[in-house]
């Protein structure tokens, strides 16, 4: 009837009957799906992929036709929204079902839920244009002026925002004239600002060797082209000088650092691993860039004196597993056998014992004894972890979500390069780019919202 007999009516009427005989075929209902889409009946159609998926409710690909049938010709949304919702449980790993339940529901007039579908999708593709442009929109529907800015800013510095957003968000940034307010608790740095590939008892371990480090990597900050002239007092009366106390005052930052402003030779905001840590500025900072620019850099290099990232800032990956290797060796002597000679090892040891203040020693030996109980350290993975850290405090300080998402991108030579070819390319190229990914990630999260909240 379907084919020869020309019959198509009847041809549906025979594999509906079968179908009731027998709903979980899925020969009937693939032959009745196919003469009801030549019929064009919709309706039909859903009705009897209701009844399959009764049988057979893990059937996701006839859920999902089901989901838009519903969606398009049957103008039915919530019963849409409802079936994508399924779906979504069968397959939580696939974006794709999520992403059109987002849209569904903002066809259906929800937009909260549509927000939170699409900050789902963002949280497994954070670079997926289709989403990053509804939220844009309903975040502006819903008066959410602050997180409609954010989202603009992100497709700004991909290369694909409107016109008007481009200007907005640039001329914004120039305008800004606020500063930093409040103070960020412990606990709120080290649950919502240091990264989790940097919890990790290792970072105890390196806070504990704050003296430690200068002495077994010296750093010698007239390479910087600065001397001791060019500290900057604690009673000076420069500009930078309050700008810098109020973003230490946000982090709690306890420990004792200096500042130097440097004449030449340094290009941005340096944090180095003296004892006490020094923090170099270009003399012209405040003068040369617009406010926003300023915190931002001065919010990236002081977080990572507050996480301890900067005592790490010029080791290689090798040299900081040394350090951590020769440090449990006070307490297991073998640890770290053959990731150094048995002599580099040995005498690292000894220096690090001999430099180490007794007022640090109990912190020292309760983190050795962390290290050693959280097993193997990927040390790559965790200073990728402090410059994530560093990132989320210059946003958490600034809000200058472009300035940092443009800051990442020109630092690496493959993104810049892709970034002068096209947007497309930027973006491709961006997907394996765990910094980009994680700060677009960071700044969408209601923590973020939280923390801007916080100090403004």
Not at 144 to 149: Q, S
């Amino acid at each position: 009837l379907a084919g020869p007999g020309r019959d198509p009516e009847e041809a549906a009427t025979a594999w509906e009957k079968a179908l009731e005989i027998d709903p979980a075929r899925v020969i009937a209902m693939e032959r009745l799906e196919s003469v009801l889409t030549d019929l064009d009946d919709p309706a039909r159609l859903a009705r009897a992929i209701s009844r399959h998926l009764e049988a057979v409710p893990n059937s996701v690909g006839r859920r999902m036709r089901l989901a838009r049938l519903l969606r398009g010709p049957m103008a039915s949304p919530d019963r849409a929204a409802d079936e994508f919702r399924a779906i979504v449980q069968y397959a939580p790993s696939d974006p794709e079902p999520r992403a059109e339940l987002a849209a569904v529901l903002e066809e259906g007039g929800r937009a909260p839920e549509s927000i939170a579908e699409h900050l789902a999708v963002l949280r497994a593709e954070p670079l997926r244009l289709e989403s990053l442009r509804a939220l844009r929109r309903l975040y502006e529907r819903t008066g959410n002026r602050g997180r409609a800015e954010v989202v603009a800013a992100i497709l700004v510095a991909l290369g694909v925002a409107e016109p008007d957003d481009q200007r907005g968000v640039r001329e914004a940034r120039r305008r800004w004239v606020e500063e930093p307010r409040g103070v960020l608790s412990a606990g709120d740095f080290e649950t919502l600002v240091r990264h989790p590939a940097e919890r990790h008892p290792a970072t105890a371990l390196l806070a504990s060797l704050t003296e430690v480090i200068p002495r077994l990597h010296p750093v010698n900050l007239e390479d910087w082209g600065v001397t001791r002239t060019d500290r900057l007092g604690q009673r000076s009366d420069d500009p930078l000088r309050p700008l810098v106390q109020r973003i230490s005052a946000l982090f709690a930052i306890e420990e004792t650092f200096e500042v130097y402003l440097a004449r030449t030779g340094v290009a941005q905001v340096e944090a180095e691993a003296t004892f006490p840590a020094s923090l170099l500025v270009p003399a012209s900072l405040m003068t040369s860039l617009p406010r926003r620019e300023v915190v931002l850099q001065l919010a990236r290099q002081l977080g990572r004196v507050r996480g301890g990232g900067y005592l790490a800032g010029r080791l290689s990956a090798r040299e900081l597993g040394i350090v951590l290797a020769s440090s449990l060796r006070s307490r297991y002597p073998d640890y770290g056998r053959g990731l150094a000679s048995e002599e580099v090892l040995g005498d690292m040891a000894q220096k690090t014992l001999r430099h180490l203040p007794r007022r640090h020693r109990r912190a020292f030996e309760q983190a050795v004894v962390g290290v050693a109980e959280a097993g193997p350290l990927d040390v790559n993975r965790w200073r990728l972890g402090m410059m994530h850290t560093a990132h989320r405090a210059s946003l958490v300080a600034s809000g200058d979500v472009l300035g940092c998402l443009e800051y990442i991108i020109r630092a690496d030579r493959r993104l810049a390069a892709a970034a002068a070819v096209s947007p497309a390319d930027l973006i491709e190229a961006a997907r394996s780019f765990p910094e980009v990914l994680e700060a677009i990630t960071f700044v969408l999260s209601d923590e973020y919202a939280s923390l801007r909240v916080q100090v403004t």
